[in-house]
Nanobody, 128 residues
Framework: QVQLVESGGGLVQTGGSLRLSCAPS????????MGWFRQAPGKEREFVAT????????YYGDAVKGRFTISRDKVKNTVYLQMNRLEPEDTAVYSC?????????????????????WGQGTQVTVSS
């Protein structure tokens, strides 16, 4: 069973920063890409950012461009999401996801269906 474990969520004021981390536990696996999605109450899951594990191709959702940065540490097998200039609209449960290496992909996916494994999520709350 592959598990992804997120950490780093919390409560922050508008304009503040948080860094989320995501690492796999359980059996080892090879990832083609790791992504972050978020879901606010009453809304659909929204794409935030993704990075291909091997060559570092990155995409961001329009709502976070210029404020969030995704990165990965191949040694620690961890993906990060640095979130700066946070706004109340960023309040959501943030989940990391993994697109397995067996997928025939040339670019990291930006849709939910492109991912095989998901973490439980971590709450991010931005107060005004």
């Amino acid at each position: 069973q592959v598990q992804l474990v997120e950490s780093g969520g919390g409560l922050v004021q508008t304009g503040g920063s948080l860094r989320l981390s995501c690492a796999p536990s359980g059996r080892t696996f090879s990832a083609y890409a790791m992504g972050w999605f978020r879901q606010a109450p009453g809304k659909e899951r929204e794409f935030v950012a993704t990075i291909s594990w091997s060559d570092g191709i990155i995409y961001y959702g329009d709502a976070v461009k210029g404020r969030f940065t995704i990165s990965r540490d191949k040694v620690k097998n961890t993906v990060y999401l640095q979130m700066n200039r946070l706004e109340p609209e960023d309040t959501a449960v943030y989940s990391c996801a993994c697109a397995a290496a067996g997928r025939l992909l040339t670019r990291p996916p930006r849709v939910v269906s492109g991912y095989d494994y998901w973490g439980q999520g971590t709450q991010v709350t931005v107060s005004s």
